[in-house]
């Protein structure tokens, strides 16, 4: 009896090693909606858009150095990343036809960095973590928010009482 469960285990543990190993690695979340009828709204594309290049450049970008990441560079608040020649590069992967015209022409140092959307960039004391926030300026009824962190996993929020489908619809 006990050879049995010692041999179910092996083959289950195994079973999910294999599946764990076969799934595809995704390189990043795609903005695309795939409930029919839904069109993400242009805004909150941009919006994620801008939180994905903010994130590209503040853990990739700007703290590589000759083609590998340097644990000693710290992240940037938003009035020194702005002007960085390496949030520029990291901008320009997520503009075009794929992504929409997102590029630092379109953007603001300021807090609302774009038509209608407020930026919000908190950089640790220490430079080791950042939170980012991007959402539509107050007093949208039923606004949205994009978010995330130096994990480079991105959320979207809505106002509460809103409807229960987010504004890049059903990913």
């Not at 041999?7 to 599946?19: E, F, K």
């Not at 960085?84 to 140092?109: I, W």
């Not at 960039?121 to 939170?131: E, I, P, Q």
Request: charged letters at 20%; a positive charge; proline letters at 6%.
């Amino acid at each position: 009896m006990k050879r049995i469960i010692s041999a179910s285990i092996a083959i289950s543990v195994l079973s999910l090693i294999g599946i764990t190993a076969y799934q595809p690695r995704l390189e990043g979340q795609e903005v695309t909606a795939t409930a029919p009828g839904v069109n993400p709204s242009p805004q909150a594309v941009q919006a994620v858009n801008i939180v994905r290049a903010i994130n590209t450049a503040e853990v990739v970008t700007c703290r590589s150095k000759n083609g590998k990441l340097d644990p000693n560079l710290r992240f940037r608040p938003w009035a020194d990343l702005f002007y960085a020649p390496c949030f520029k590069k990291a901008l320009s992967h997520y503009s075009g036809k794929r992504f929409g015209e997102v590029s630092s022409l379109s953007l603001s140092s300021g807090p609302a960095i774009s038509p209608g959307l407020r930026l919000r960039l908190v950089v640790s004391a220490d430079r080791k973590h950042y939170n980012v926030w991007l959402g539509q300026k107050p007093g949208t009824r039923c606004g949205f928010a994009i978010f995330s962190d130096e994990r480079g996993v991105i959320y979207e929020g809505k106002a509460i009482g809103c409807d229960a489908q987010g504004p890049l619809g059903k990913l």
